[in-house]
């Protein structure tokens, strides 16, 4: 007979913090949130930790080369998308690992036979008016020209005319060499009146763009995630399919870890995954798996030798796979049980397997609720989309900017690997959708204010870091009649005076 079990399954709206004793010490100030990223023994430090605990979807429309290197410098972590060929991946890696401040690798690339119809596609796309015309049209092609808005007329010219007819040729051109500091580039910028300088190699090719608005960006960011070489942090997603071809090329670039992408876990294709990496690569290359909802999961993943275990299915934003397939579990009860798992294998074996929630994540708090439940670190899509840095088109939806933000179980994503059973090669079912989400502008400005409520909440707690505040954390169920009291009520709201996240 099938297992019941009693207790209906929560969500984090479902619960509140009540506050701890707090001493004159608890002020954000001296909140440390640092938190680990990969397994380690009892006594000993993780290999890797994030500064703040935070990660981005591995999501189309979230985690490309650009919010990569923003997240990492605020201190937290990108698993860029899986749902891309290895090799474009791959080159999203290298481009966070070789990133300098300052130096931005050009992601408005067109080849020169290519017309004007596409560059205006693009700008639409992409956001930029700034274009790199390389011979293949690639990112790091050899450099022919650069288009910018200044150099077409779209109401006088022909949609079909080619690009080489009115890009600024090379031989027009500006430009930096490989080995040039932000300050040399600058003064070029500078002394020519240029609001982009393109920087190429001994071949001509394209490494970077340093661009004039950017002048004031580049100060140091105390939390920035750095590995020994001081170079930025990055992980990658991978499925269980084409790992032999996918994860030596992504290691290859740097990646730093690695996490198995799956709707559901629990499985042995996901032990398969493991046992070629470890095989190939024994521990030296991290790697997270998931999601699960339950102990029984976190324990398996566990004993694979997962670095990480993501919990979550449902939950998130754009999901409809509790509605499709009737599988899921509330986001706060599959914390706190995955939770108590974990601490029990660590009581048993003496190695900690961090565990991430992954997705459901609506307000600010829910990220605090989300670790005093237990979890090392959460994983935000729909949070990071609205962002300046995520890879989608910014729109106007009546009168409103928006970002555009899909579930990589939509037919716009089309992420075979992931949702598809191991069957045909397509898309049998929808388990996401394709969506708007309000824009929200620049990343920093969004975590250094979320992570200010985290740090609040937490000194209310008692708590002057993540592992005290999973000791400390006291959790109360609210009645649905008290939920209507969580948000302004029995009063006129002006307009627009009270802002949510
Ligand atoms: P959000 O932060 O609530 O937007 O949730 C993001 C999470 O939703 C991701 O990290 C994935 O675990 C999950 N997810 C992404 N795409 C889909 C989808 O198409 N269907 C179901 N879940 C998805």
């Known amino acids: 007979m099938a297992i019941f079990l009693d207790e209906p399954s929560r969500t984090f709206s479902e619960y509140l913090l009540i506050p701890g004793y707090?001493?004159?010490?608890c002020i954000v100030d001296n909140v440390n949130t640092q938190t680990p990223l990969v397994r380690y023994k009892r006594g000993e430090e993780p290999a890797l930790h994030l500064n703040i605990p935070m990660v981005s979807a591995i999501m189309q429309s979230v985690s490309n080369d650009s919010l990569a290197i923003a997240l990492a410098r605020e201190g937290g972590?990108?698993?860029i998308y899986g749902s891309q060929t290895p090799e474009r991946q791959a080159e999203m890696v290298r481009n966070v690992k070789n990133y300098k401040a300052g130096f931005v690798p050009s992601d408005a690339n067109i080849a020169p036979e290519m017309t004007l119809a596409d560059v205006l596609d693009l700008k639409e796309k992409t956001g930029h008016s700034t274009m790199a015309v390389t011979e293949d049209g690639t990112q790091h092609g050899k450099l022919v020209g650069v288009v910018t808005s200044r150099d077409y007329r779209v109401t006088r010219m022909d949609p079909a005319t080619p690009v080489r007819e009115f890009m600024t040729p090379f031989e027009d051109l500006i430009y930096g060499e490989e080995g040039m500091t932000l300050k040399e580039a600058n003064d070029i910028i500078w002394d020519h009146k240029l609001n982009a300088l393109p920087i190429i190699d001994g071949n001509q090719r394209l490494l970077y763009f340093v661009f004039r608005k950017d002048y004031d960006f580049h100060k140091q960011n105390p939390l920035e995630l750095l590995d020994g070489q001081k170079r930025l942090l990055v992980g990658a997603g991978i499925n269980t399919r084409d790992y032999e071809e996918r994860v030596p090329l992504l290691v290859d670039a740097g990646a730093d870890i690695l996490c198995i992408d799956s709707s559901e876990g629990f499985s042995e294709w996901q032990k398969r995954t493991i046992d070629w990496i470890r095989e190939k690569y024994g521990d030296s290359v991290k790697v997270g798996a998931g999601n699960v909802v339950d102990?029984?999961?976190f324990r398996f993943l566990a004993d694979c030798g997962a670095d990480?275990?993501?919990?979550?299915?449902?939950?998130?934003s754009i999901c409809i796979t509790r509605e499709t397939?009737?599988?899921g579990r509330g986001q706060a009860t599959a914390v706190i049980d995955v939770a108590k798992a974990r601490d029990e294998y660590f009581e048993e074996t003496g190695i900690y397997v961090p565990i991430?929630?992954?997705?459901?994540?609506?307000?600010?708090?829910?990220?605090?609720?989300?670790?005093?439940m237990g979890a090392d670190f959460v994983m935000l899509g729909r949070y990071f989309a609205r962002f300046d840095e995520s890879p989608t088109a910014k729109v106007n939806v009546n009168g409103t900017t928006m970002k555009e933000y899909w579930g990589e179980g939509s037919a716009r994503a089309r992420n075979w690997q992931r949702y598809d059973?191991?069957?045909e090669a397509k898309l049998q079912f929808e388990e996401g959708v394709d969506s708007?989400?309000?824009y929200a502008g620049s990343l920093k400005d969004n975590v250094g204010q979320t992570l200010h409520k985290i740090k609040a909440t937490m000194c209310n707690c008692g708590a002057l870091s993540i592992p005290q505040l999973h000791e400390k954390a006291k959790i109360t169920l609210v009645s649905s009649t008290s939920i209507v009291e969580n948000g302004a009520h029995d009063v006129l709201l002006k307009a627009n005076s009270v802002q949510k996240i």
Request: hydrophobic share 35%; charged share 15%.
């Open 22 to 25: 707090s001493s004159s010490e």
């Open 77 to 79: 972590l990108s698993f």
């Open 295 to 297: 102990g029984e999961g």
């Open 308 to 316: 990480f275990v993501k919990i979550g299915i449902g939950g998130g």
């Open 325 to 327: 397939k009737g599988i």
């Open 356 to 372: 991430c929630s992954d997705g459901g994540i609506v307000y600010d708090y829910h990220m605090t609720l989300a670790m005093a």
């Open 421 to 423: 059973q191991g069957g």
């Open 436 to 438: 708007y989400v309000p």
